[in-house]
């Protein structure tokens, strides 16, 4: 057994809290539990519960308020663009698995979260790439998340109301780096048709089936409230930048491996299979693709394509695959998929490869970046935290490096 896991009455020891409060703290995502040596009770991280002990015995004060919220605490500012919920995200006070099951599709989506009301701002078709932007956009050799931004730069080169703050204007320019954005990421020129249409024409052509599910992914992907993408596109709108410069931000923090890129490395654990979820979960590695800290009841999102799947790929042998994986998880970790792992299936199901997953991801999100820009532009305001200084003091000034006492910690 692994001797840094502890059973649930020594975590509760070392917390000084009741079973009760112990299993509230795994519910809520703060500690995870493991299957005990009998298969009935829980075991738990020594180094978690010492780490989150430490949390609680610093104390309630303003400053750690204030840094706890970096990480999926307090909240730090208002919107009123998306909220999750229990049963998932809603947009505007829409439930996006109910626009879902509707056959809203991301455009219509989009419109509802940058509230453009009776304006239409994909009425009018996207041009085609000029010259400059032409030798890369359509250089299939390149990764799609490299090609989309090393061009985005120079798309904002050709749009000269790029910093006009006339709403109509803001969301013409939004709807067309929607289209952009999605044609950038496959490779293609921009066209009128459906982003959801488009990526599936591009992957699965003639699928009625596929198109859907894409569909369906790119609504349930379009926002999630501060994430860490939407969070970087807000500091960058916060400047009065551009729209274009938002989308290259939120891009790239869409690439890191704990955002993004975690779709990869769901769709690797599905080519590895079930059997690889037991090891990686006694050598203390996490699941990639299970589990979700604002969903500690499971994701959603991941369930309502893993419905969708189970009704349109019943047929393929890759299913059962995928229904082993997740049974495995579950037992070994008590963890449910979460939107990553769909995203990785729903490309496993199809003999697609990986990139398409994260392709996926970053043409519904863009949605939500652009709404985020859009309302922190109309508010106006820098935002612009401050940090807590831990480093050595300052130095005495003429004494050769020596530091002055103080007594901020």
């Known amino acids: ?140 050799g390149l990764p799609p998340l490299e090609r989309t931004l090393a061009c985005m730069p120079l798309l904002a080169l050709e749009v000269r109301h790029s910093f006009n703050l006339a709403p109509a204007v803001r969301f013409d320019v939004a709807a067309q780096l929607l289209r952009q954005n ?32 894409v569909r369906a992914a790119l609504v349930l992907c379009a926002d999630h409230e501060l994430n860490v993408s939407a969070f970087a596109a807000r500091v960058v709108a916060s400047t009065g930048a551009h729209l274009h410069a938002t989308v290259c931000s939120g891009l790239a923090a869409l690439s890191g491996p704990r955002h993004g890129g975690a779709t990869a490395r769901a769709y690797a654990l599905l080519q590895a299979g079930a059997y690889e979820v037991a090891a990686r979960w006694a050598r203390g590695d996490d699941l990639p693709g299970f589990g979700h800290a604002m969903y500690p009841h499971g994701d959603p999102r991941a369930a309502e394509l893993l419905t969708m799947l189970r009704a349109r790929r019943a047929d393929c042998p890759r299913l059962a695959q995928l229904e082993a994986l997740i049974a495995r998880a579950e037992e070994a970790s008590g963890l449910r998929p979460n939107v990553d792992l769909m995203l990785a299936a729903l490309c496993f199901l199809y003999d697609l490869p990986a990139s398409p997953a994260l392709v996926l991801f970053a043409s519904g999100r863009l949605a939500g970046w652009l709404a985020h820009a859009l ?19 300052p130095e005495e000034p003429g004494t050769g490096g020596k530091q002055r006492e103080t007594r901020n910690g």
């Open 182 to 213: 999605a044609a950038l990421l496959i490779g293609r020129q921009p066209a009128p048709e459906p982003v959801h249409l488009q990526l599936a024409q591009a992957w699965v052509p003639g699928d009625a089936d596929f198109a859907e599910l």
């Open 1 to 140: 057994m692994d001797h840094d896991l502890i059973p649930a009455a020594t975590a509760c020891e070392l917390l000084g809290i009741t079973s009760a409060t112990l299993y509230a703290y795994v519910s809520r995502g703060l500690l995870e539990s493991r299957p005990g040596p009998d298969h009935r009770s829980r075991m738990y991280r020594r180094q978690d519960v010492e780490r989150l002990a430490q949390n609680k015995r610093a104390g309630r004060g303003a400053a750690r308020g204030a840094a706890q919220s970096l990480d999926r605490g307090l909240p730090v500012l208002e919107t009123g663009i998306s909220l999750i919920q229990a049963d998932g995200p809603y947009y505007r006070g829409r439930s996006a698995v109910a626009a879902v099951r509707a056959g809203a599709t991301l455009e219509q989506t989009a419109r509802l979260l940058w509230d453009s009301g009776g304006h239409d701002p994909f009425a009018a078709p996207p041009p085609p790439w000029s010259p400059t932007v032409a030798r890369l956009a359509l250089d299939q």
């Open 375 to 393: 309302e922190q532009q109309t508010l106006g305001k820098l935002i612009r935290p401050r940090a807590r200084y831990v480093g050595l003091p």
